[in-house]
């Protein structure tokens, strides 16, 4: 329900995850948007960098853990007619020419491409590694990449959408509690999920209430009888919390539109990439894509790489009933009006 509301995978964080067994059950049929925050030792070498290993009671950021991804051409456009116009100089089609593109995106150390003006079929499109070799300025396009493979970061824009506390929040002190609720606060933008016998809940409550987090007692509903399925203890309760931004009015409320003119260039695999899918738009400033889809976008007039591959990073054994390095990765791809062509490439090289 939530992957049909907001119009792509939910990005959910499992608080005190402990051995990993719902995340081993949900990533086995789910899309890779799922993590867990946790200090049980030996938990890395179940759930691999699906744990983001971190202590609950202290204060914690987002940002520390979370990173986007970005992969353009310097000069926009104009670099790109000039990247195709050499490679179909060069007898390449456009199709090669955009994997090639996504390969150096994809490559640690590829910084561009060297465009030979001498015709060879064999080396029309040369990747430069090496920037202190000296190259002919008027024959370079330049790459522009950050953050492609941080296998310690989840390589999302922004805090994930639910937060969940099954069976936690007792066992923090309790004098830690605002602090928790303080960090499902910066986690969760939209809301939580969570399981404690009543007098924790009770309290719970009033804290989640100073952070904006109402009751959604008809998800609730909805939720109890697998909860009571799965193991919910007799001692505990589960309660559903949605952040009240001033339009709650039903638990299902659509968020505002947002302009989105993605398309897709090129992809790696035929009929990986499909919009509302695999791939679409976060919000007006990143995209996103999931489940093996390596394309090259066009939003307006920017235009970039990105590809749900999580590089060097270990996913869960669990994950898809199989190891796959496949994850749900979000890149900056800002929606530019053509009104503003000339900024582009400061704006999609510049911010993160």
Request: hydrophobic fraction near 40%; charge should be neutral.
């Amino acid at each position: 329900a939530e992957y049909a509301r907001l119009g792509r995978p939910a990005k959910v964080l499992d608080l005190g995850c402990g051995r990993g067994s719902m995340i081993e059950r949900w990533l086995g049929y789910h899309p890779a948007s799922i993590a867990c925050i946790d200090m049980l030792p030996g938990l890395r070498e179940i759930l691999g960098h699906d744990l983001v290993e971190l202590d609950l009671t202290q204060h914690l950021d987002p940002r520390s853990f979370m990173t986007t991804r970005s992969c353009s051409l310097i000069g926009g456009t104009q670099s790109l007619e000039r990247l195709l116009s050499a490679a179909e100089f060069h007898h390449m089609t456009r199709a090669e020419t955009f994997k090639s593109l996504l390969n150096c995106c994809y490559t640690p150390g590829c910084l561009g491409f060297f465009l030979s003006p001498v015709l060879d079929e064999d080396r029309g499109l040369i990747l430069v590694f090496n920037a202190s070799q000296s190259w002919d300025a008027e024959h370079m396009v330049w790459l522009a990449r950050r953050n492609f493979s941080k296998p310690n970061k989840l390589a999302w824009a922004r805090a994930a959408d639910w937060a969940l506390l099954l069976d936690v929040a007792h066992y923090v002190p309790r004098n830690r509690w605002p602090v928790l609720v303080d960090n499902v606060d910066r986690l969760a933008a939209q809301g939580l999920i969570v399981t404690s016998p009543f007098p924790v809940l009770a309290k719970l409550q009033q804290l989640l209430a100073k952070h904006s987090f109402v009751r959604d007692r008809q998800t609730e509903d909805l939720l109890q009888p697998y909860a009571m399925i799965r193991g919910l203890r007799e001692d505990q309760l589960l309660q559903v919390y949605r952040r009240d931004t001033g339009r709650f009015s039903a638990s299902f409320a659509f968020p505002p539109p947002f302009p989105c003119t993605l398309t897709l260039e090129s992809e790696v695999f035929e009929g990986r990439c499909i919009l509302g899918i695999t791939m679409g738009c976060s919000d007006e400033e990143y995209i996103w894509v999931n489940d093996a889809c390596y394309g090259w976008f066009r939003r307006g007039q920017s235009q970039g790489a990105c590809i749900s591959d999580a590089g060097s990073v270990q996913r869960s054994r669990w994950a898809y009933n199989e190891v796959k390095s496949q994850q749900f990765v979000e890149c900056y791809l800002p929606e530019v009006r053509e009104t503003l062509e000339e900024n582009v490439s400061g704006r999609t090289n510049g911010k993160i």
